[in-house]
């Protein structure tokens, strides 16, 4: 990992499963379950492939590094489709509205999240 001029790296991702909770910290705790596990074990073997094919030697993999945590406040659940809550004038507009998990990267769906509920809120979308 500190050697990256010589170092190809391939990194893993893998669509999860929603799950997890939020502790009173404000922090994320997830447990991955075997199929999960498994999922990312088999990407692990496919880029091992790639960068053996690639001339790689002392080929390792890390821990698990990193996740995009969100679904806590889900449209259809906590807001609604214009992202309002039960209260007026309190929207959320950020990963914690996407409701189903991703598997993708979500910044483009933020943007245009974003976007969107600006519009709604200067009065431009015709929604309700
Ligand atoms: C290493 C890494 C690589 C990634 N690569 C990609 C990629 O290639 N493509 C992609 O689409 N996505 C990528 N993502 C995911 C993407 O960055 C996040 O999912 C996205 O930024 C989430 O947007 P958000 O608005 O929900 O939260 P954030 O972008 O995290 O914004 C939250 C903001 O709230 C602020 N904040 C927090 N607490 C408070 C507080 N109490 N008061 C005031 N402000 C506060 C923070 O400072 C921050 O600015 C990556 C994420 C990581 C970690």
Same mark, same amino acid.
């Given at each position: 990992m500190?050697s990256?001029?010589?170092t190809l790296?391939?990194?893993?991702?893998?669509r999860?499963?929603?799950?997890?909770?939020?502790?009173d910290s404000?922090?994320?705790?997830?447990?991955?379950?075997?199929?999960?596990?498994?999922?990312l074990?088999?990407?692990?073997?496919?880029?091992? !492939?790639?960068l053996?094919?690639?001339g790689?030697?002392? $080929?390792?993999?890390?821990?698990? &590094? *990193?996740a %995009?945590?969100? =679904?806590?406040?889900?449209?259809?659940?906590?807001v609604d489709?214009?992202?309002?809550?039960?209260?007026?004038n309190?929207y959320?507009?950020?990963c914690?509205?996407?409701?189903? !998990?991703w598997?993708?990267?979500?910044?483009?769906?933020? $943007?245009?999240?974003?976007?969107? &509920? *600006?519009? %709604?809120?200067? =009065?431009?979308s015709?929604?309700?």
């Amino acid at each position: 990992m500190f050697s990256r001029r010589n170092t190809l790296q391939i990194m893993v991702k893998a669509r999860d499963e929603l799950g997890g909770r939020l502790t009173d910290s404000g922090g994320v705790r997830k447990n991955l379950d075997k199929n999960e596990k498994q999922k990312l074990l088999r990407g692990y073997e496919r880029a091992r !492939a790639i960068l053996k094919k690639a001339g790689a030697k002392n $080929i390792f993999k890390t821990g698990y &590094l *990193a996740a %995009h945590p969100g =679904g806590t406040v889900k449209i259809g659940d906590l807001v609604d489709a214009n992202l309002k809550t039960e209260y007026d004038n309190l929207y959320v507009c950020d990963c914690s509205v996407i409701p189903e !998990a991703w598997g993708l990267p979500p910044t483009l769906t933020l $943007i245009g999240l974003g976007k969107r &509920l *600006a519009k %709604h809120l200067a =009065g431009e979308s015709g929604s309700s």
